[in-house]
């Protein structure tokens, strides 16, 4: 008779080589992500000899929650840098400025207050 064998499925599962009928469920560790800003806390089921990675995605603005247990070192979660790159979000004002002058927004801001109040621009919804 061959030694036990085990073989692992996905997800959680394992099955022994001497009775393949047998399922037997692994049992998932659960690790909270705690997020940084936007204060929302993201549980992640791990398979249980998983390493804990340090960072995972928020399940709401998915910037890098960090864990709140003690993770493994060196560990990164595939896909997300170790080091997270924070973008500075852009209003419209910085999306227009780095496309025209002030002095061509101004102009243009005249030319079109001087449309709408001639009433050739359409001002918004019409109620019927």
Known sequence: MPPAMVTATVPHRTRTA???DRVVPLVPQIVAYLCGQCEVTTEARLHPRAPIPVLW????CREGAECTVE??????????PASLKRYQRKDHWTHLSERRTEAELERLLAARLELLRAGKLHAGPSHM
């Open 57 to 60: 995605p928020c399940r709401i």
């Open 71 to 80: 993770a493994d070192d060196g560990i990164e979660l595939i896909g997300m």
């Open 18 to 20: 001497e009775n393949p």
